[in-house]
Nanobody, 123 residues
Framework: DVQLQASGGGLVQPGGSLRLSCAASGFTVNGYAIGWFRQAPGKGREGVSCVESGDGSTIYTDSVKGRFTISRDNASKTVYLQMNSLKPEDTDVYYC????????????????WGQGTLVTVSS
């Protein structure tokens, strides 16, 4: 019922850009924070960014500050992650997720997420 469908991944050269989209449904999307984390198989989870409900405050992990921008469109119930100046170390599977609350307390703690989308940064 709860769906958080990530899309927009692909192969991009270092320095390039991608925009990821998260189509959310099956819950009160506009009342909850939604974020992104990335994880490779067998590796730990790294929280990337989160946007809160209400005033839309945002937070980012240090490694992406100044390069990534998270935003949300309440009308379409879609959350975006604009990724610029991509680096090889950004390569990972990206998942959109919700902590099931209005605020972003911790970038690494979420209750629900969907299938990820693969981002590969390589020349």
């Amino acid at each position: 019922d709860v769906q958080l469908q990530a899309s927009g991944g692909g192969l991009v050269q270092p320095g390039g850009s991608l925009r990821l989209s998260c189509a959310a449904s099956g819950f009160t999307v506009n009342g909850y924070a939604i974020g992104w984390f990335r994880q490779a198989p067998g590796k730990g989870r790294e929280g990337v960014s989160c946007v809160e409900s209400g005033d839309g405050s945002t937070i980012y992990t240090d490694s992406v500050k100044g390069r990534f921008t998270i935003s949300r469109d309440n009308a379409s119930k879609t959350v975006y992650l604009q990724m610029n100046s991509l680096k090889p170390e950004d390569t990972d599977v990206y998942y959109c997720a919700t902590p099931w609350r209005p605020s972003c307390t911790d970038l690494n703690q979420y209750d629900y997420w969907g299938q990820g989308t693969l981002v590969t940064v390589s020349s």
